[in-house]
């Protein structure tokens, strides 16, 4: 049975409210860091726990606090990312929705951590409902002393405020989240300076994904050193993993990082294999920005070993053969579905979500969008392929935020392996509306092998 | 005239003090949203009813409600049907329900019901994407949806507003 730090407590009825929560063992982590533990020492055990991002970069947590900028006299903010918009992924929401005072508890160490005294949780506005359940945990919390004025006598001030996004991917970009909170549009902002020395009303900002945060928790009742020992390598500690797509069992599973991808999709603790007994075509492991990996270079590496779901193993490879971990947003497609209109989708996203500033952003994902859906429904040419191919790596690396490579790598991912499907929707404009191209030489792995 | 009622107003209030002095304008898309919710859309004599509240320019306001997809800038339905076409709602099938809801209902996405009941909009993915196909209806998500599903959520509608008027 695998480790569950997070999630462990989830289904504990009742979770949700602090009573169970507390009962369960809650709120002991903060009693730990407050009461026993300096600030520094807490950036310390962070770094210790080898933690990194869970919002899709993957850096190091423990570093990035330590970055943050301790001008005299200016405050300092916690920002927690619950913006959660990147296709395929839906963890964070679980996370807030079933146990919302493991997020609060990891929040209230943070701040303490960074000493940010005004902290607050940007949700997607489309999350309309979890605010409420959030709001009500941060009551509940500062009702039982953990929030508020002079929290366990420490001298230590903490709020925790909730605010809502109102429908844009681009602020769970940190520096457009940062706008946005500031009550603007979200368009990214030019780096340097960081957020650690000019977030939010310039004043030094650490922003953070949901689960991140939350993870903290654990790693202060384990200690950082501990933490350190789950999972394999510089992927420690545990991931949660949204799976959707056609597998038997969606929904969001925690995993440690050493199963297998194989384990993953067929064992019955996940995935619980493909649906409708179909076979595995295609998977988009860490959201939909990260690249589509065919069924052949899914379960084993180029190198013919096995790939495991980790930050190192899922990016082995490069992007030539690899994928990334990204935000853990696992989409599946099975023998049925068909790459070329999957993309034509994600191209569509992004071109919607580019906040516009940069043209080869703003240009390229409507050129983009335009061509595949041409594609797609029977009017392409054989030229088509090489000018996506072409805007996709005139985007990359041009622009203001990664927005830009997110909308070009999924689409340089699928025409490198999938080059045969485009062309054969080229080639057969009436044929592939009716029909999906199939499996093709990309045989299901498990195949290949037997 | 546009204006919030006191509950409303004293939310304002709160919400203002969640920032540091002479930051209101933080305030701005949580006010959007409950200027929304009050009126069901945002008309240019709304937001200027916001920036007032504010004290930021008007085009501060316009700015910011044209950028994000959430803000209605034009009245919409009683109830609105937000579905996901992206990738993962895509292979499950959302093109269907989107069609179907287009015949039952007799409108395109962006259009609204002569009776001003239903407004179909197709939006990108909500996070839902394991329980797909799925639509935003309000505050609440409707997940896992067939034609059945959606049958019944019509009607639900129908009943609802049927009974409130
Ligand atoms: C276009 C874009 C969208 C992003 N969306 C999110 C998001 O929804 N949630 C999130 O935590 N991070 C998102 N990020 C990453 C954030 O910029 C930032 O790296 C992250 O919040 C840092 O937190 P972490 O180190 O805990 O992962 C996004 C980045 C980009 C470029
Ligand atoms: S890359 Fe795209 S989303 Fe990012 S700043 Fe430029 S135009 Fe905006
Ligand atoms: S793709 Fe529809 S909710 Fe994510």
């Known amino acids: 049975m695998a480790v569950k730090l997070l999630l462990e407590k989830a289904h504990v009825e009742g979770i949700r409210t602090y009573d169970v929560y507390r009962r369960e063992g809650g709120y002991r982590a903060v009693e730990k860091a407050l009461k026993s533990m300096s600030p520094e020492a807490i950036v310390e055990e962070v770094k210790k726990s080898g933690l990194r991002g869970r919002g899709g970069a993957g850096f190091p947590t423990g570093m990035k606090w330590s970055f943050i900028a301790k001008p005299e006299g200016v405050p300092r903010h916690l920002v927690c990312n619950a913006d959660e918009s990147e296709p395929g992924t839906f963890k964070d929401r679980y996370l807030m929705e079933f146990i919302p005072h493991l997020l609060i508890e990891g929040l209230i160490i943070s701040s303490f951590a960074l000493g940010s005294n005004a902290t607050y949780i940007y949700i997607r506005g489309e999350y309309a409902w979890i605010p409420d359940i959030l709001e009500q945990a941060i009551a509940e919390a500062k009702a039982n002393g953990w929030l508020g004025k002079n929290i366990l006598g420490t001298g230590f001030d903490c709020e925790i405020y909730v605010q809502r996004g109102a429908g844009a991917y681009i602020c769970g970009e940190e520096t457009a989240l940062i706008e946005s909170l500031e009550g603007k549009r979200g368009n990214p902002r030019i780096k340097p300076p960081f957020p650690a020395v000019k977030g939010v009303w310039d ?7 949901v689960e991140t945060l939350a993870a903290v928790v654990p790693i202060i009742n384990l200690t950082g050193e501990e933490y350190a020992k789950i999972g394999v390598g ?6 949660l993993i949204s799976a ?15 199963i297998s991808v194989e384990e993953f999709i067929y064992s019955d603790e996940y995935c619980g294999g493909i649906a409708n007994g179909k076979r595995l075509k295609a998977c988009i492991p860490g959201g939909s920005s990260v690249p589509i ?10 190198k013919g070993e096995t790939r495991y779901m980790n930050y190192e193993s899922l990016s082995d490879g490069g992007f030539a053969t690899g994928s990334m971990m990204g935000s853990g947003g696992f989409i599946v497609l099975d023998e049925d579905q068909c790459v070329v209109k999957h993309t034509y989708t994600l191209a569509r996203f992004y071109r919607h979500e580019s906040c516009g500033q940069c043209s080869p952003c703003r240009e390229g994902t409507g050129w983009m969008e335009k061509i595949l859906k041409n594609i797609d429904t029977g009017k392409g040419k054989m030229s088509d392929i090489d000018l996506l191919w072409d805007i996709q790596r005139k985007i990359e690396g041009n622009t203001i935020c990664p927005l830009g490579d997110a909308a070009a790598w999924p689409v340089a991912a699928a025409i490198r392996h999938f080059r045969d499907e485009f062309e054969w929707h080229v080639l057969n404009p009436e044929e592939s509306q009716v029909r999906n191209f199939g499996l093709a030489h990309y045989a299901d792995a498990r195949e290949v092998v037997a | ?18 920032y540091p002095d002479g930051k209101q304008k933080s305030a701005l898309l949580p006010v959007l949203h409950l200027a929304q919710e009050e009126f069901g859309w945002l008309s240019s004599d709304t937001m200027d009813y916001v920036a007032s509240l504010l004290s930021i ?10 950028f994000y997809s959430m803000y209605n800038l034009q009245p919409v339905g009683r109830y609105t049907f937000e579905v996901c076409q992206t990738g993962p709602c895509m292979i499950k099938g959302s093109d269907d329900i989107i069609s179907y809801i287009e015949q039952k209902l007799n409108i395109k996405p962006g259009q609204t019901t002569e009776d001003g009941m239903f407004t179909l909009k197709t939006v990108e993915c909500l996070g839902a994407c394991g329980y797909a196909p799925m639509m935003q209806m309000g505050k609440f998500y409707k997940e896992h949806l067939t034609k059945e599903k959606v049958d019944a959520i019509i009607d639900e509608c129908r009943k609802t507003a049927a009974a409130n008027n």
């Open chain 2, 1 to 18: 005239m546009t204006k919030f009622s006191d509950e409303k107003l004293a939310k304002v209030q709160e919400i203002i003090a969640r």
């Open chain 1, 244 to 258: 959707c797509g056609n597998i038997n069992k969606p929904g969001v599973y925690e995993i440690d990082m050493t």
């Open chain 1, 234 to 239: 510089r992927s420690t500690g545990t991931k």
């Open chain 2, 57 to 66: 320019e008007p085009i501060e306001v316009y700015e910011v409600a044209t």
């Open chain 1, 203 to 209: 004043r030094p900002t650490v922003v953070n994904n």
């Open chain 1, 293 to 302: 990996l065919p069924a052949n270079l899914l379960f084993k590496t180029a």
